[in-house]
């Protein structure tokens, strides 16, 4: 029943039942010219603790095991602009991606984090 109401309003309202959407990713190669070329959304989702030990200029900070971490991070985002994700290696940022996507922004999780991002710069 439930895939019959699918296919019924999917071709009326264009719903995609059942199928999430992938998050995308760049490399920290890519992130560093991004960042060279102009302001992005880049958004650190670590402790305060991983944050004192370094992170990447002009990144805005919200904990992700902050209990209220979605609401924090939308309000600190513009869902008109992508939404660049690091964490320490990718996993959190990865679970914090799929957060943000559900709420209607366009995200990237950058791979291999700050961990990456240190290695190479």
Same mark, same amino acid.
Request: proline letters at 2%; a positive charge; hydrophobic letters at 35%.
């Given at each position: 029943?439930?895939?019959?109401?699918?296919?019924?309003?999917?071709?009326?309202?264009?719903?995609?039942?059942? /199928?999430?959407?992938?998050?995308?990713? @760049?490399?920290?190669?890519?992130?560093?010219?991004?960042?060279?070329?102009? /302001?992005?959304?880049?958004?650190?989702?670590?402790?305060?603790?991983?944050?004192?030990?370094?992170? @990447? /200029?002009?990144?805005l900070f919200v904990n992700f095991f902050d209990k209220d971490f979605t609401e924090k991070a939308v309000k600190k985002l513009h869902k008109n602009k992508p939404v660049y994700l690091y964490c320490r290696s990718g996993n959190r940022s990865g679970k914090a991606s799929k957060l943000l996507q559900e709420k209607g922004f366009d995200v990237y999780n950058v791979i291999g984090g700050y961990t990456k991002w240190k290695q190479e710069n």
């Amino acid at each position: 029943m439930k895939n019959f109401l699918c296919m019924f309003f999917s071709s009326f309202l264009f719903l995609n039942c059942g /199928k999430k959407q992938e998050i995308k990713s @760049i490399t920290t190669v890519e992130l560093k010219e991004l960042l060279s070329k102009g /302001k992005i959304q880049l958004l650190d989702v670590r402790t305060p603790k991983e944050v004192k030990e370094g992170a @990447i /200029k002009k990144a805005l900070f919200v904990n992700f095991f902050d209990k209220d971490f979605t609401e924090k991070a939308v309000k600190k985002l513009h869902k008109n602009k992508p939404v660049y994700l690091y964490c320490r290696s990718g996993n959190r940022s990865g679970k914090a991606s799929k957060l943000l996507q559900e709420k209607g922004f366009d995200v990237y999780n950058v791979i291999g984090g700050y961990t990456k991002w240190k290695q190479e710069n």
